[in-house]
């Protein structure tokens, strides 16, 4: 058993992505990862940091996030040191956010190991998730790029895959293997084939790797992108350089998501590893998996969260999300998705959850964006 | 063709029923009757004073009502008398309501025919529904109570039916005939069985007799009814009498419906005439009817009503009410039912609006009274 924190690791939090399925109540100001969309008390942000700190050490745990959620983040993690906040001026995709992060602490500390995790996913048993952090972190000490893989339990259609191949020899990493490919949110069909195959295991969007080594895999790819990232890292412990290269450098990087940039191509050169993660894990995508992440795995309950939340319903399934203190009454829907707060109202049903992004769409292209 | 207003006639607008199958559009303080349910401009309560006016007189309508809806009422109609508001302390059911106007008039004017016609029903074609009141009250005068039934368009299973009987022979009253029973709502086949032998209409609960005629049924079937009711009607005009013999009587009265006390012994005892009518008629019952009304008649139209709405939906059938300035996104759902007001949010579906009811008394048992 590892001693904890881990020696030379870095955890980095990129806090980016709005979470438009899961609109209204993941809004431009309020992404998703600011809710507590567990009951749990906390919000995913913190519940990200509870997880990471005690892994990395609570000063060795960065986030990467827009500068108008600084208040936001900060007032969440208040332990948060300031050198740990990355402020992105627009969003530039991940690849620049974690590429960002990879390169200030390489400058900062030769041959730290990082490991990047969302703030917005809900994760179940602790001790598993760290078991397989600490098995990561050996396989990334020993060269590789590695990903955490989550056990499928059901034919999900709504997660991206990684294909295992053979089993990798690495000291402390012993159930760590090879990744053959990475594959995209597959049909039913493919789905239940790839859990009765047994060789799939869900895409988290984890990686853990020596920052150089990660840093030299965008230059592969994307090699102006990593100039950008490395002039940026360059001048970013200047207090009178940051600003001025953040203004020139910062718009010009590339949009492109890790998978794309790292994971794919590294795959392909049998270069990425992949420990499988055996806790429970969702990226809470949309309503019809906050619904079942919120009625304790029954299929049958009605889930309802907000602390005023006045519901009269008939329903046994489906999702109320009350924000405002108003009497909701409901008969007769089932599966129902109802999302109520102050300035907009949604009402759809779980099998129509995907379809929420298209509303934001219409939302925008309709210039109805106080709502958003 | 008869001259308007017709002479020693009478109309009478019971201006008394919550709506709640309408809820939490109809409330307590803002029964179906101060709605605009049709777009139209007009509450439902003007709409029938528009109606009623030119064949009474605009001074020979009297609305009665409860106490807490007399500046409702007054600002609806700012040409109603203080003559014709009767004001109830507390609803006493129909009979009370239509028997205490027929009562005060009888007094003040002996030989008046009255007509009496719900606050909140929708009526189509105005010259067809005069055509029938006045052929109404020629019935009337020649001794009947009289009932306008509407020709049903569909098996309707939200209505009562009047079963007519035989021609009578009634001057200016050509299409009268005998009813011979009144029959509560029936199930789908029963309806569709009267729908094809075209010897039944809707009882639309509209009812044209003399003053005295009408004292007289009641007082076959409730004798203790009348008494209280003639008491009443003596002291009605002394404004130091009123109070006092409202206060002593009108909490004694027994609560029954028209068509019981009067409308049903009077069909069995063969005095009870109906006279067709061919106008449109609703009596917008629940939202289900609503929606129908509101979408032109077409069955594919997702209904929208309120000034303010701002709906976002791919719904093709159903109708959203919104009362807030809130946005609001529908999707995937069909004859959907989304009622949005400031304190209470409604979400069925038309093939469950007559259940919005039980909802209703569901939050009177839970103390919820703040929001009926």
Not at 24 to 42: I, N, V, Y
Not at 172 to 195: C, H, I, N, Q, W
Not at 237 to 265: N, Q
Request: a negative charge; charged letters at 20%; proline letters at 5%.
């Amino acid at each position: 058993m590892s001693v904890l924190p881990l020696r030379d690791f870095y955890c980095v939090i990129p806090a980016g992505g709005v979470g438009s399925r899961l609109w209204p109540l993941s809004r431009a100001d309020a992404p998703k990862f600011l809710h507590d969309l567990t009951g749990s008390g906390s919000t995913l942000l913190r519940a990200t940091w509870n997880r990471l700190s005690p892994l990395a050490g609570p000063q060795r745990v960065m986030v990467v996030t827009g500068r108008a959620h600084r208040a936001a983040v900060e007032s969440q993690i208040p332990a948060l040191a300031d050198a740990n906040v990355v402020l992105e001026s627009e969003p530039r995709d991940s690849t620049a956010a974690i590429g960002l992060a990879a390169a200030i602490l390489e400058r900062r500390e030769p041959g730290v190991i990082i490991g990047s995790f969302a703030a917005d996913h809900v994760i179940g048993s602790e001790p598993l998730f760290r078991a397989a952090v600490i098995e990561a972190v050996s396989a990334a000490r020993a060269g590789y790029i590695t990903t955490i893989g989550i056990q499928p339990t059901e034919p999900a259609v709504g997660f991206g895959y990684i294909h295992v191949g053979e089993q990798l020899d690495i000291e402390s990493a012993r159930s760590a293997k090879r990744v053959t490919s990475f594959v995209e949110k597959p049909d039913l069909e493919t789905a239940t084939g790839y859990l009765s195959s047994g060789d799939y295991l869900w895409n988290a969007s984890m990686f853990i790797a020596k920052a150089s080594v990660l840093l030299e895999a965008i230059g592969k790819s994307e090699p102006k992108l990593l100039a950008g990232l490395l002039e940026l890292a360059e001048a970013w412990d200047d207090p009178a350089a940051r600003g001025p290269a953040v203004d020139r450098i910062w718009p010009t990087l590339k949009k492109v998501a890790i998978d794309y940039s790292v994971a794919e191509p590294a795959a392909a050169a049998g270069k990425l590893a992949v420990v499988p993660g055996h806790f429970a894990w969702d990226d809470v995508g949309d309503f019809a998996s906050l619904a079942k992440l919120n009625s304790g795995g029954r299929a049958s309950d009605l889930a309802i969260l907000g602390e005023n939340a006045r519901v009269l319903s008939d329903a046994s399934s489906g999702i109320v999300v009350s924000q405002t203190n108003r009497v909701i009454s409901l008969i007769g829907i089932q599966n129902v998705v109802i999302v109520d707060t102050p300035d907009a109202l949604l009402v759809t049903t779980s099998e129509n959850a995907q379809r929420v992004k298209a509303v934001v769409e219409a939302l925008r292209l309709t210039g109805s964006t106080e709502v958003l």
